[in-house]
């Protein structure tokens, strides 16, 4: 920015960001960055009473698990969940879960909960986060990784094609009483 030049409103310079793995210590930062995201992107992120209501309702306990690379609900398989980290603050995550299905040929993976900061998006946090993650899948044996993405959400779409995601199917989510499309993408690794 040229010196004396007025930013505009929340536009702030960004450093060094860092995507690192979390872990159960840090919990209770990783169910807040959840529940704002959720009070941010309702649409994005589903029901926003009934997802604010399951992450308040969850257990320390329950968060830790989760963080140590177990599934939520019991269900087989492990977790992987990164924060975008600038110095101190986070300021993004991703979280993709890699099921066991014994009757799987390949070894699956789906992306799940990708949220950057408004003031910080459009800086490549996003791609960064789902390149750590792509590496992270690979290095598992993971061969294809999924998501979804709620139409509305127009540069999570263009990210996803610029990393190679293909569609795959498309379904409705009702957020209230809207009805809106929601995509199926998946990459083949």
């Known amino acids: 920015m040229v010196e004396g030049a007025v930013r505009p409103a929340g536009e702030f ?3 060094q960001i860092d995507i690192v793995e979390v872990n159960s210590e840090a919990w209770k ?4 960055m959840k529940e704002r995201s959720v009070r941010v ?8 009473e009934t997802e ?3 992450y308040e309702g969850r257990e320390e306990e329950e968060w830790r698990k989760i963080l140590s690379g177990q599934l939520s609900g019991g269900r087989q398989g492990e977790s992987i ?6 110095g101190i603050l986070i300021r993004g995550m991703l979280d993709a879960e890699i099921y066991e299905d014994a009757g799987d040929a390949i070894k699956t993976a789906q992306f799940n909960h990708l949220y950057v900061e408004p003031n910080r998006r459009e800086n490549g ?3 960064k986060l789902a390149l750590s993650m792509i590496e992270k899948l690979k290095a598992k044996g993971v061969q294809k990784v999924g998501l979804s993405v709620v139409a509305t959400q127009e540069a999570a ?5 610029s990393l190679g995601f293909k569609w795959a199917d498309t379904i409705d989510v009702k957020r209230g009483e809207v009805i809106y499309p929601k995509y ?3 990459l083949s690794l």
């Open 13 to 15: 310079p960004c450093r």
């Open 125 to 127: 946090i996003g791609r």
């Open 52 to 54: 604010l209501k399951r």
């Open 41 to 48: 992107e309702p649409i994005t992120f589903g029901d926003q």
């Open 81 to 86: 969940h990164l924060f975008a980290q600038e």
């Open 157 to 161: 779409l263009n990210l996803y094609e």
């Open 184 to 186: 199926k993408l998946e």
């Open 29 to 32: 930062m990783y169910r807040a």
